[in-house]
């Protein structure tokens, strides 16, 4: 039975990040099935969307909608309260957000959806509270490691949207998460309402399988140039590598307000002819065809994109063995050679590096290995994950039924 679903994001016009793609192409893929779609979002009107949506899929930009008297007297007061007062933290979220709940509960009380699906933590919140007490189905999704997104300033938050962000978790009917070991994170009485649905190689990738490129002396990694990413541990590890470089070089694709900080390390040291710092690659995949390995020293990840899609591309990877989000796929001696982060990460990172550039019959076999052990990560399985999870949802007469072991 075809249902009517609305999709809910803060904002989506001009922005290229993974939960954005995801946004789109889970609509498109809902559309595509026969769903009536609708995506809201906060964006002000006139803008577009980075990914493309489906002609079939109606938008709602609510990012003009008016504060009320309350809300507006909410967002003036909290700013004449003491930084630490908990008083100041709350008003300061209700003056942001009271009006984006009640435009959305408008929208839900006259479209009446089936069933609503929310896009991140800040998304889930406003969703949630917006749908309470309406005869409708809420998916609340994660696409981090949950300990980040709710515990950490990850989103710009204080102590009260915090806990208000956990707490909405109340009254979600189903909780997505990317991996089964995130639902250990969750409260216990949250848990049974978890379902892991990971995300998935683009068709252009899983399809290519083994590059038909000649292999360089390239060790590459992709990704924002931020602190999470922790390419300034790898770049130090470059330098620690020394003569047993011979003709390798290091390529890190990606932008971020940590570019500086590298170059700086990059001409201290006197690494500029053998690292490269690409800035954003429009052929990515052309990348991970002509490099030998890949490097991806993040301390934490939510799914891994760029790690899935150089597997998936037969590159092995070095990363380390602790990374959430990267060791549920990536198996030492299999796929990859994973360092130890303690109690020197960037030493025991060089010695991963060296292992691997000086083994061409080690580089070789976990190469062959690595398309195989991402294989799983496909489109197929994840619309039909999905496809079952709205149709369990949809089915579900109370919030906490559980819909079945997270896969």
């Not at 956990?166 to 089964?180: E, Q, S």
């Not at 292992?355 to 976990?366: A, F, H």
């Amino acid at each position: 039975m075809k249902k009517n679903i609305t999709i809910v994001i803060s904002r989506l016009n001009g922005i290229s990040g993974g939960a954005e793609r995801i946004y789109c192409e889970l609509a498109n893929m809902l559309a595509r099935n026969g769903n009536s779609v609708t995506c809201f979002t906060y964006d002000k009107p006139g803008g577009e969307p980075f990914y493309s949506l489906d002609d079939n899929v109606k938008r709602i930009t609510a990012g003009n909608c008016k504060r009320d008297f309350k809300t507006r007297l909410k967002s003036i007061v909290y700013k004449f309260l003491p930084k630490r007062f908990e008083l100041r933290d709350r008003l300061r979220w209700h003056g942001r957000n009271d009006h984006r709940i009640a435009r959305l509960r408008e929208h839900l009380q006259a479209e009446q959806p089936d069933i609503v699906i929310s896009l991140l933590p800040p998304a889930n919140t406003v969703t949630l509270l917006a749908a309470k007490g309406l005869p409708l189905k809420v998916i609340a999704t994660n696409h981090n490691v949950p300990e980040q997104d709710y515990t950490t300033e990850r989103w710009g938050s204080g102590p009260y949207e915090r806990k208000i962000r956990l707490a909405a978790l109340d009254h979600a009917d189903a909780i997505h998460v990317l991996f089964p070991l995130f639902k250990d994170w969750f409260p216990e009485h949250l848990k049974e309402r978890i379902v892991a649905i990971p995300n998935y190689i683009p068709d252009g990738f899983a399809s290519s399988d083994r590059s038909e490129l000649p292999r360089e002396k390239i060790v590459l990694g992709v990704g924002r140039l931020t602190d999470v990413k922790s390419y300034m541990t790898l770049v130090q590890a470059w330098s620690l590598i020394g003569a047993e470089r011979d003709g390798w070089t290091l390529k890190i694709c990606g932008e971020g307000r940590e570019r500086g900080d590298l170059e700086d390390f990059i001409q201290e040291k006197g690494l500029s002819s053998s690292i490269t710092l690409a800035g954003a690659v429009s052929d990515i995949k052309r990348e991970y065809q002509k490099a030998s390995i890949f490097c991806h020293p993040a301390k934490f990840e939510g799914f891994g994109l760029s790690v899935v899609e150089a597997l998936a591309c037969g590159l092995p990877v070095v990363a380390f063995e602790d990374t959430p989000g990267l060791k549920e796929y990536l198996k030492d001696g299999e796929n990859a050679l994973l360092a130890q982060r303690h109690p020197d990460q960037t030493e025991a990172l060089a010695l991963k590096l060296k292992s691997l550039m000086v083994n061409s019959e080690l580089r070789e076999c976990l190469s062959q290995n690595a398309p195989a052990s991402v294989q799983h990560f496909s489109t197929t399985t994840y619309e039909a994950r999905w496809l079952k999870l709205i149709g369990d949802v949809t089915h579900s007469d109370c919030p906490t039924e559980s819909f079945g072991t997270a896969q």
